[in-house]
């Protein structure tokens, strides 16, 4: 006995919807990974741009230059991080240490991650990685302290 084969139409059918679902499929794919980059390049874009213009005020080359964040500071950071709608502003000074961060209690430690050694030469960049408060999009921009010599000469 042999089994009746599927008839022509049917068969047409089911490789026709086969290959409608596999396009659909990949398309969806393809879709999705341009979103997520996209959604990527706007995050890096919006945590550079804010990093770059909290870098150049004043106030944060001198807690730089004191070696410590104020109240005052950490007031401007805390509005910068609300209208820009940013997870957390960290200031480290040239050897790694935190002296502005959410966490109190992580003041005064290492910076986590190991994408810091970039920023150390001057160079702005934004990166991928998990630190203490999880992964994140991070932007890294250099702040740059002029230091003024003063000499004073008494006669």
């Not at 741009?49 to 944060?60: D, G, K, N, Q, Y």
């Not at 209690?105 to 150390?120: A, N, Q, S």
């Not at 994140?136 to 003063?150: D, G, L, Y």
Request: aromatic fraction near 6%; hydrophobic fraction near 45%.
């Amino acid at each position: 006995m042999r089994k009746k084969d599927m008839p022509f139409m049917l068969q047409m059918l089911l490789f026709t919807s086969g290959l409608i679902c596999l396009t659909l499929l990949v398309t969806g794919l393809l879709i999705g990974y341009n979103q997520a980059t996209g959604t990527k390049e706007a995050l890096a874009d919006k945590a550079s741009l804010s990093a770059s213009h909290f870098a150049r005020m004043p106030i944060v080359a001198d807690a730089l230059a004191e070696g410590e964040a104020d109240d005052e500071l950490r007031t401007i950071a805390a509005e910068v991080r609300e209208n820009n709608n940013l997870q957390y502003i960290v200031l480290m000074n040239m050897e790694g240490i935190r002296l502005m961060h959410p966490v109190p209690e992580r003041i005064g430690e290492h910076f986590v991650g190991g994408d810091i050694e970039d920023v150390f030469e001057g160079k702005s960049y934004t990166s991928e990685a998990v630190g203490t408060l999880g992964p994140s999009m991070r932007a890294f921009e250099p702040v740059m302290i002029k230091m003024v010599c003063r000499s004073e000469l008494f006669l």
